[in-house]
């Protein structure tokens, strides 16, 4: 079973701190992707990642920036959290961009304060 | 954005009813998964359809995706408590290969 773990299921964060979320997939899965989920507003993608090194902007990536060095690890970094960025935060993989089946973390959520 | 409207969004029926949830967009999907979250856990796969009028069934759950694979709908038949959860639709674009565009999900509550 592919496995796609998230360093944290809670975090606690003042405004004005950088934030790390990690997220690591075991199932050499090329895509990966960060998505926030909010109530009645659904899963909203922030960033993505075809490749090693390679980002591209999702729908709301303001505020976000993410990094991924390893193919397997791919970070969400909040350069300075505001109290809008409380949320749950998904990272998903995919296999190829043949196959968009999605494999999800467990989340994290985020509480700025 | 393609948008994807789901309907309704929250839900709540007695063990042993059915239900239908739906999926609705202006667009055409390339293909379109359903998933499921429960609480505290990241979304799952529940099934795949990529052909128009396709119709998939797991278990007591039907999937129908509509002939101009604009839309589609879940069926589930005599609900049972393990069912609750958020019911999610997701399309690919072939104009976006490799990305997602998700509904914003139907809550269902299924009580004993």
């Known amino acids: 079973d592919v496995k796609v773990t998230q360093s944290s299921r809670y975090l606690v964060k003042r405004t004005g701190e950088k934030v790390f979320l990690e997220c690591v997939q075991d199932m050499d899965h090329e895509n990966m992707f960060w998505y926030r989920q909010d109530p009645g507003l659904g899963l909203r993608l922030i960033y993505f990642?075809?490749?090693?090194?390679?980002?591209e902007k999702g729908d709301i990536p303001e505020g976000y920036s993410v990094s991924r060095e390893k193919k397997e690890r791919f970070s969400l970094i909040l350069e300075s959290a505001s109290t809008n960025q409380t949320s749950m935060y998904l990272c998903?993989?995919?296999?190829?961009?043949?196959?968009?089946?999605?494999?999800f973390g467990a989340g994290t959520r985020l509480s700025v304060l | 954005t393609q948008l994807l409207e789901q309907s309704p969004q929250f839900l709540s029926i007695q063990e042993g009813e059915n239900l239908t949830v739906y999926c609705n967009s202006s667009?055409?999907?390339?293909?379109l998964q359903w998933y499921r979250q429960e609480p505290g856990e990241g979304p799952v796969l529940l099934v795949t359809?990529?052909?128009?009028?396709e119709v998939k069934k797991l278990k007591r759950l039907t999937f129908q995706f509509g002939d101009a694979r604009k839309d589609s709908s879940l069926h589930i038949t005599a609900a049972q408590p393990g069912d609750t959860g958020l019911y999610l639709c997701?399309?690919?674009?072939?104009?976006?290969?490799?990305?997602?565009?998700f509904g914003d999900g139907t809550t269902l509550t299924v009580k004993p």
């Open positions: 667009s055409v999907f390339s293909s």
């Open positions: 997701a399309g690919e674009h072939n104009t976006n290969a490799g990305k997602s565009t």
């Open positions: 359809v990529v052909t128009g009028g």
């Open positions: 998903a993989s995919t296999l190829s961009l043949a196959e968009n089946i999605q494999y």
């Open positions: 990642s075809y490749d090693v090194k390679m980002k």
